[in-house]
Structures are given as structure tokens and as C-alpha cells.
């Protein structure tokens, strides 16, 4: 799903999900039922369960949300120690970024997907958590498609942002952690901005 068009709705059949990942469609259907609560997928009646579209014009509301969240997150853990098996997670994803070359959307996904999981440890307020990974995992399928539009340019945002992620880890505090996050988004926000206002070359230059 996060790698599909997310302007375009993208039909998840329950039947057809269960047979791909070899399962009983009772663990499929309570996945469906979390990813709604998250509003990353929504039923039809008598149509069935889809991606939620999502606007081009509230891309950059989407991520100041993100923002947001990380920021009361952070205010609110303090002077909290960062998780170890957070640090560990996110060094892990870094040196995999080193020694792997695949520059894919699927990579981008698979990889971030574990620090959504491993970020979610600094939040101990089950809401709050709630609400930040469901806010990133719609960052992430904006970012997924970014990477599947604009080519591998994008991976160096990507690993800057891994980069700030990882020293915020290292200081040992949730609380530089979850600002490290933050800034991320703020400054996707920025970069966006900046690709807006860019002059269009003319056809002499």
C-alpha cells in the first residue's frame, strides 16, 4: 500500500492479502481494522476496504502534523533515557544504508517502516504513540512516493535525516530524539518549499 499512488485509492481484498502472506483472513481483517484507526486505509460498504486518498495540496499539512506530534512528544518524555533498543535499531538501519546499495521505494519502506517501530518506544503515552506512528506512517507514503518520482537524489535527504536521527538516539534522551524528528519534518517542509518556488528553467537555458 505504501507503495501506491496515495492520491489514488488502492483496494485491499481480503481474500487475495490473506492467500499472498499465507494466513487465515481473521489476522488480515484485525490488520485492516488497525491500519483504519491509524486512517491509512477505509470501508466501503459493499465496495470493501481501500488506501485513503490523501491530497497533493495537504502534503505539507500532513507533515507539519508529524512535526507537531514529536515536539509535545518530546516536550512531555523529558529528560527520559532513549531506549537502548531504539539506538541499536536506528545504528542498525544506518550501516544497512552503508553496505546495501538498493535505492528503492521498497527499500525505503521496508527500512523505515522498523524506525517507525523503534521510534515508537520513546513514547510512552499509548495515544500519543498512536497518533505519531499513524502521522509518520503517512510521512512515509509521501516520502515513498517522492523516491519513486524523483530517483535517488531524494535518498540524500533520507540519510541526513537518518543521520540526525541517530545522533538525537545517541545523546541518550528521548527528548533530543523525538526534537531530532522534528527537525526532520521541518525540514522536509522546507525542502518542499523550496521545489515550489523554484524558477522553471526557460528553453534557452
Known amino acids: 500500500m505504501c507503495l501506491s499512488d496515495p492520491t489514488r485509492p488502492l483496494m485491499l481484498k481480503e481474500t487475495e492479502l490473506a492467500e499472498e502472506f499465507g494466513v487465515s483472513r481473521t489476522p488480515i481483517r484485525q490488520i485492516l481494522q488497525l491500519l483504519a484507526h491509524a486512517q491509512l486505509v477505509e470501508t466501503h460498504i459493499g465496495v470493501g476496504t481501500s488506501s485513503v486518498v490523501m491530497n497533493e495540496a495537504d502534503k505539507v499539512s500532513h507533515f507539519r502534523v508529524y512535526m507537531d506530534i514529536t515536539r509535545i512528544a518530546a516536550h512531555i518524555a523529558g529528560d527520559t533515557p532513549a531506549p537502548r533498543h531504539t539506538t541499536l535499531e536506528l545504528m542498525a538501519v544506518q550501516n544497512m544504508l552503508k553496505v546495501d546499495d538498493d535505492r528503492s521505494a521498497d527499500a525505503f519502506v521496508a527500512l523505515y517502516g522498523r524506525v517507525i517501530d523503534a521510534m515508537a518506544l520513546t513514547v510512552m ?75 522553471t528553467p526557460s528553453p534557452g537555458d
Open 125 to 199: 503515552d499509548p495515544i500519543l504513540c498512536f497518533a505519531i506512528q499513524a502521522a509518520h506512517w503517512r510521512a512515509l507514503r509521501w516520502r515513498a512516493q517522492d523516491i519513486q518520482t524523483g530517483g535517488t537524489e531524494i535518498w540524500k535527504s533520507v540519510e541526513a535525516n537518518l543521520q540526525n536521527a541517530v545522533d538525537g538516539a545517541l545523546s541518550g534522551k528521548s527528548r533530543i530524539l523525538l526534537l531530532a524528528a522534528s527537525h526532520n519534518g521541518q525540514r522536509y517542509i522546507q525542502e518542499m518549499a523550496q521545489h515550489t518556488t523554484a524558477p
